[in-house]
């Protein structure tokens, strides 16, 4: 069973949202739409480059490409690609409610950005584009959730997680450090014409943003254990202290 961040031991920790049951189709449908506006030059004559990432374009007021870039692609083949694997990754990611899920997917983009500034010379030329970084993310993070999940599933059920975790982790990272350090992505030869200039390091920063968001997720799940831990502690100490004087 993947690590499971419960809406109740959310609840106790104090900082999660009411259940709403019709969340996952409203952040689907949202998602589409941004697809579809993102990349309506794929099927049209506009200019795509007005929601690509440009950092002098945002000093000048542009704040909109920072939420935009990632959801605009080069070619059909760019988009389906990396819409297919966040979905397919999203849909595998099980946590406790839809804020959640976006807020790794959030820590995944947002680290594809921050790294590629970093790292890249060629961001400032080229401008950025493209969900890969989140999926490469998302892909760690699930590998993540697998490797450390819980522990109460069926012995074969971890050995099988653990096993399809370690699998996804590994490959989502060290295929990024590989495209960092080689300068191109894996297979380019097999994307030629299709996915314009890959930024490479945003493949990497994906992963940093899928770890971190892992790391703050786990976290956070165990404040409610050691709260709880805490409070049969107090409450055996008082139970204590009523006998006492009872006695």
Same mark, same amino acid.
């Given at each position: 069973?993947?690590?499971?961040?419960?809406?109740?031991?959310? /609840?106790?920790?104090?900082?999660?949202?009411?259940?709403?049951?019709?969340?996952?189709?409203?952040?689907?449908?949202?998602?589409?739409?941004?697809?579809?506006?993102?990349?309506?030059?794929?099927?049209?004559?506009?200019?795509?480059?007005?929601?690509?990432?440009?950092?002098?374009?945002?000093?000048?007021?542009?704040?909109?490409?920072?939420?935009?870039?990632?959801?605009?692609?080069?070619?059909?083949?760019?988009?389906?690609?990396?819409?297919?694997? %966040?979905?397919?990754?999203?849909?595998?990611?099980?946590?406790?409610?839809?804020?959640?899920?976006?807020?790794?997917?959030?820590?995944?983009?947002?680290?594809?950005?921050?790294?590629?500034?970093?790292?890249?010379?060629?961001?400032?030329?080229?401008?950025?584009?493209?969900?890969?970084?989140?999926?490469?993310?998302?892909?760690?993070?699930?590998?993540?959730?697998?490797?450390?999940?819980?522990?109460?599933?069926?012995?074969?059920?971890?050995?099988?997680?653990?096993?399809?975790?370690?699998?996804?982790?590994?490959?989502?990272?060290?295929?990024?450090?590989?495209?960092?350090?080689?300068?191109?992505?894996?297979?380019?030869?097999?994307?030629?014409?299709?996915?314009?200039?890959?930024? %490479?390091?945003?493949?990497?920063?994906?992963?940093?943003?899928?770890?971190? /968001?892992?790391?703050?997720?786990?976290?956070?799940?165990?404040?409610?254990?050691?709260?709880?831990?805490?409070?049969?502690?107090?409450?055996?100490?008082?139970?204590?202290?009523?006998?006492?004087?009872?006695?």
């Amino acid at each position: 069973m993947p690590f499971y961040f419960s809406k109740q031991r959310a /609840a106790g920790a104090g900082f999660s949202l009411p259940p709403s049951p019709g969340a996952p189709a409203v952040v689907t449908g949202i998602f589409i739409v941004l697809l579809a506006v993102c990349n309506v030059h794929l099927f049209s004559a506009a200019d795509a480059s007005i929601l690509c990432y440009n950092t002098t374009a945002i000093t000048n007021g542009e704040w909109w490409r920072i939420i935009s870039h990632p959801f605009v692609h080069v070619s059909w083949y760019h988009l389906i690609l990396d819409a297919a694997a %966040v979905a397919i990754l999203w849909q595998e990611t099980k946590l406790g409610s839809t804020l959640h899920k976006l807020f790794a997917a959030g820590c995944c983009s947002a680290g594809s950005l921050v790294v590629s500034l970093l790292m890249s010379s060629l961001i400032d030329q080229y401008g950025l584009c493209g969900l890969s970084g989140t999926a490469h993310g998302l892909m760690f993070f699930l590998g993540l959730s697998w490797i450390f999940g819980n522990s109460s599933a069926p012995e074969r059920n971890r050995y099988i997680r653990l096993a399809a975790g370690t699998l996804l982790a590994a490959a989502s990272g060290l295929k990024s450090v590989h495209e960092v350090s080689s300068g191109h992505v894996l297979f380019a030869s097999l994307h030629t014409g299709n996915l314009g200039i890959p930024i %490479v390091e945003s493949h990497l920063g994906g992963i940093v943003g899928g770890l971190f /968001a892992f790391l703050l997720l786990r976290g956070f799940q165990n404040i409610p254990r050691k709260a709880s831990a805490k409070s049969m502690a107090n409450n055996s100490f008082s139970d204590d202290q009523t006998q006492d004087v009872l006695e």
